[in-house]
């Protein structure tokens, strides 16, 4: 992954990190548009977009995993293979740039979706965030991972990926007690327009994680009861 693209480094030690992941027959160079709208906005936050270590089944591009023939019963598989390279490469974008996963944000689109929310559920402790435009779970998720908000966002008119993935992906983690957020998009295709972006932004600024309100009213209760 050398065509990895460094966005932003801050001068001093960076607070946050931002990992983007791109689609299917794209590169690091595709998410431009939502790297530079994060980097205006978050000027203390490292922030790197991931070229995909193997070349697309397409003509350019790169890829996580292979799309051809896939169904619903071997896409697991397919992402479960290549997960442990995913997840090395977020560790190390955490190493290089000294940042926690307690102040990450993984952001992927399609694809780079699709492998963002299974890393959450194949690792515990990923990330703080996870952001999923115009992705899905490889298959719905069994556990809600913990102190990680999963942001999901998508488009009504999505002709790739069906909003619905986003629907029935939220309702799980809604009943499986996760802390979870869920937009869906009237009149947006398989895109990131201005729209998502400013969306996105307002997410991950506006949003306060569930464990942090449970942390705050476990300390109300203990201070009410000295």
Known sequence: MSESIIIQQPAQA?????????????????????????AALFPNAFIVSVHAPYAA??????QWFSVQDITEENRPARVAEVMPAFIHNLRY????????ASATAVVGFSQGAIMALEA??????LA??????????????THAPEKTTLHLI????????HYGHCVSAAERLVGLGGDVTAD??????????EKVMDLVVERLTGHIPQHRWDEVQKAAAQQADR
């Open 184 to 193: 869906v998009i009237p009149f947006l295709g398989h895109e990131i327009n």
């Open 57 to 62: 089944d397409t003509a350019t591009g790169a």
């Open 120 to 125: 959450a559920q194949a690792q515990a402790g």
């Open 154 to 161: 998508h488009g009504k008119s999505d002709p790739v990926i």
């Open 93 to 100: 974008w955490q190493q290089t740039s000294g940042v926690s």
């Open 14 to 38: 960076a607070q946050q990190l931002m990992v983007l992941h791109h689609g299917v027959g794209a590169n690091a160079q595709h998410l431009s548009p939502l790297e530079q709208h994060l």
């Open 128 to 141: 703080a965030r996870i952001v999923a435009l115009s992705g899905r779970y490889a298959q719905l998720p």
